[in-house]
T-cell receptor, first 117, second 111 residues
Framework: AAGVIQSPRHLIKEKRETATLKCYPI?????VYWYQQGPGQDPQFLIS???????DKGSIPDRFSAQQFSDYHSELNMSSLELGDSALYFC????????????????FGDGTRLSIL | GENVEQHPSTLSVQEGDSAVIKCTYS??????FPWYKQELGKRPQLIID?????GEKKDQRIAVTLNKTAKHFSLHITETQPEDSAVYFC??????????FGIGTKLQVIP
């Protein structure tokens, strides 16, 4: 079965640079979520989109922005990168909650490992 | 916002024994409780989930229980195997699925 595709898998940047992470959800999934996971930590919710509109916002820094496109893929744009931004960034997708009467499972991609030098 | 507490943070069991991981949540609006297994450097994988209208759910060696009144839910793994070794995260969510994770439990199954 098709899974969530994230690119790139690894990314090395220097401080103050910018980065763009991409996420392609499972076919027919219209909701995407972004998480940041530091070493030894649990995933922290950043932001989510449903039908190309932001549906929820978590602990996403103002230096980061994201959007979902008409084909439902999403991009996380990160600017003025800091050492503390080094982490695994996961994207997850699901069917829209509004379409169903109950929450739908989120399926995670393999993540992008971002290293800031 | 939602707060999910998970314990223990580490758990070692002998192969064949059972493992139990417990979580509590704070927001009574939470109605969906997934459990994820994450191996080192890999993505979280959904292993089982339970909704608030169900008290227990089982899938082969894995079972989850939910006590809505006490806001407790637990993961039970029976007949543990070395490949069960991983970090397990409980989570709680509601509405448009803003998921809050517990801190994770590192399970080690000793052969």
């Amino acid at each position: 079965a098709a899974g969530v595709i994230q690119s790139p898998r690894h990314l090395i940047k220097e401080k103050r640079e910018t980065a763009t992470l991409k996420c392609y959800p499972i076919p027919r999934h219209d909701t995407v979520y972004w998480y940041q996971q530091g070493p030894g930590q649990d995933p922290q919710f950043l932001i989510s989109f449903y039908e190309k509109m932001q549906s929820d916002k978590g602990s996403i820094p103002d230096r980061f922005s994201a959007q979902q496109f008409s084909d439902y893929h999403s991009e996380l744009n990160m600017s003025s990168l800091e050492l503390g931004d080094s982490a695994l960034y996961f994207c997850a997708s699901s069917l829209g909650c509004r379409l169903y009467s109950s929450n739908q499972p989120q399926h995670f991609g393999d993540g992008t490992r971002l290293s800031i030098l | 916002g939602e707060n999910v507490e998970q314990h223990p943070s580490t758990l070692s069991v002998q192969e064949g024994d059972s493992a139990v991981i417990k979580c509590t949540y704070s927001d009574s609006a939470s109605n969906y409780f997934p459990w994820y297994k994450q191996e080192l450097g890999k993505r979280p994988q959904l292993i089982i989930d339970i909704r608030s209208n169900v008290g227990e759910k089982k899938d082969q060696r894995i079972a989850v229980t939910l006590n809505k009144t006490a806001k407790h839910f637990s993961l039970h793994i029976t007949e543990t195997q070395p490949e069960d070794s991983a970090v397990y995260f409980c989570a709680a969510t509601w509405g448009y699925q803003k998921v809050t994770f517990g801190i994770g439990t590192k399970l080690q199954v000793i052969p």
